[in-house]
């Protein structure tokens, strides 16, 4: 991931050169609101893997 992403167009563009750069906390909630809602396992879920 980071391969690609300094390796793109727009990392390397004069544009981004002074941009703010974001903290680990901000580019990964960042990309969480990104992916949308994500469902959470329900208990039963947890309780057959936990049989296996």
Do not use: H, N
Not at 22 to 33: Q, Y
């Amino acid at each position: 991931m980071l391969k690609a992403m300094f390796e793109s167009d727009f990392f390397k563009a004069d544009s981004a050169r002074f941009a703010r750069i974001k903290s680990p906390a901000e580019m990964v909630i960042g990309t969480m609101r990104l992916a949308g809602p994500v469902e959470i396992p329900s208990q039963e879920t947890y309780m057959a893997d936990a049989a296996c």
